[in-house]
């Protein structure tokens, strides 16, 4: 089984979590301002990356807690876990 | 309202027991309170507990009957017999806006898991490390077992406290039983 490790909790099997979505994602802060493409964008392109991918996951099933990681979506490794509200660490691929 | 007497979760159910190595004994009835505090709240909330809330992650304090056990990073579970009045006495701890208690002594039911096959059989189900160098004594969690989330404490080395939601009873007593008679079979 995978392990997650959670900033809070240390590693983790991965059953324990749920997976987010994408990270960094900022929801525009007046959405009628937008416009139809804009608030499509927002909603539903993602960067879907072969390679480093920032992510969102929760430790559902532990402390509860959101998280953000890094994971190579080729080889399913987790480089880095991080806090939400931390900026998206440097790691080179 | 009328105060109907609460019905023991556990009752009826056949809980495996194994001569040496295993016992499980229904906890009886506790109150839990679930409590949610800001860092600069901690100090007089544990005063109003009588004990230091832990702040490194799963860790469990105790004090005399009560225990706190950490679950979050701003949530502990609070256990203590079902007449201890902490209760008001937290509640009014608790700076305006910066925190909640919320009693859920009816939404869990807690087990003894204790032997030297208790790990054997919690892993069955519970995907966790026991390792006493990974999970040592005083360590606690939010975890699951099987398809139920469960919060396991290690009070002792082979002494465990097992909650599990109240209408996961039935579920937690029938995996645990087919853990305990693989654990019997290995055992000879």
Known sequence: ???IPCPYCGPRPEIEFSYGGEAHLARPRDPAA???AAWGDFLYARTNPKGIHAERWRHAHGCGRFFNALRHTVSDQFLITYRIGAPRPEIAA | MA??????????LALPQLPGLLT???????????????????????????????TTPCRAATSGTRAALWLGPDEW???TPPDDPVRDTLA???PAGAGALVDISHRQAALTISGPAATEVLNAGCPLDLDPC???VGMCTRTICGKASIVLWRQAMETFHFEVGR???AYAAGLLSAAARLAARRAG
Do not use: K, N
């Open chain 2, 134 to 136: 990974v999970f040592a």
């Open chain 2, 24 to 54: 499980l004994t229904p906890h009886g009835d506790a109150a839990r309170l679930s409590l949610r505090g800001e860092a600069a709240s901690l100090a007089p909330l544990g005063a109003a507990l009588g004990l230091v809330l832990p």
């Open chain 2, 77 to 79: 579970l609070i256990l």
């Open chain 2, 167 to 169: 209408s996961f009873a």
């Open chain 2, 3 to 12: 105060d109907l007497p609460r019905a023991d979760p556990w009752r009826g």
């Open chain 1, 1 to 3: 089984m995978l392990l």
């Open chain 2, 92 to 94: 009014a701890a608790i």
């Open chain 1, 34 to 36: 937008c416009d139809d």
